[in-house]
């Protein structure tokens, strides 16, 4: 591997990497271009409220990007959103409402690597997720799913999924809008198009990917990965490889997988662009109560988006 622990020892200050395995030849982050990324406290804010409530929601409708107008906003966002006096029905005391994030990509001839490092600030123990204190997730958009291409994760975020406004005590995952047969200010419910209908869709690559790492202090990172379509689902066995640091409070994570990883994967190619968002899950919470980002481009090698991916 090409980070050694005494590089990283030297980077971050800390007296021995964690998490590492020898699998994965990450690349050394100190010279690759970074980005900053806020994610903040979303609330209960869904796709279908965006659409119809919200008051960007008309010049949404009319071709304007979530990132257009609210890029900088994001603190003032996440404080609002927070506090509960804003689509939010049970807000966690004590809650920060956003985390900053450095994210740098890199690829390889095999691999595509992101790297994020984060400070949670003071996160108070939400006893949601007892077996993982931070979860962070990036969301891969090949391209075909024009929810997400203008939306980010909105794109799968629904008024009745798990804990939001009109789930009803059901533990719908997120979906994308085009797998239900009818979609209302209430969500889609759990009518789905016909089978040959979401065959098809799922050929056109209407999918979204996510890659995870499931963190503890001191501990290995886990990877995990999947796919939303008519729901979350887990890939196993997992194709994305994690491994992280902790230290002085801060995250140092590193996520990847093959840029050919086969059937039921967006395949990553030069010139090709993607949509990437991020999430991260921290004081042990699960489901909607993370922090998210507005949507980003990504081309790999060269291209006008958020992230150009440099090959190593
Ligand atoms: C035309 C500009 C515009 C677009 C496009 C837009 N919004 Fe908004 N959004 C607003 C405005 C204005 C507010 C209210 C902010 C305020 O009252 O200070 C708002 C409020 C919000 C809020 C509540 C937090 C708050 O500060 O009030 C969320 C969450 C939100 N927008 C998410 C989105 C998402 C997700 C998208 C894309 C699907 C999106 N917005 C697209 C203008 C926009």
Known sequence: MRIQAKTLTAMF???????????????????????????????????????????????????????????????????????????????????????????QFEHDAQNMYVHLEFSEGNQPNAKMDNTYATKVTMMLDGGDVPEANRAGCWGACHEDSAGMPSAGGSDRTMYLPKTRAHLSRQGGGDALMPADALAKLKASGYFLEYWQARLNPGAPAAAANGIIFDKLEETKPTAVTAEATYSGGTWSVTLSRKLNAGAGFVPLVPGKRYTVAFAIHSGHTAKRFHYVSFERSLVLDQGNADFVVGKK
């Open 13 to 103: 200050g800390i007296a021995g990497a964690i998490g590492m395995t020898a699998a994965m030849a990450a690349p050394n982050w100190s010279g690759v271009p970074a980005k900053d990324v806020q994610l903040f406290y979303p609330g209960q804010s869904s796709w279908e409220w965006v659409l119809t409530d919200h008051p960007g929601a008309e010049k949404f409708r009319g071709g304007k990007d979530c990132a257009a107008c609210h890029i900088g906003d994001e603190k003032n966002m996440g404080a609002l959103l927070v506090s509960g006096k804003k689509n939010e029905a049970t807000p966690i005391p004590g809650k920060p409402g956003s985390i900053d994030a450095k994210v």
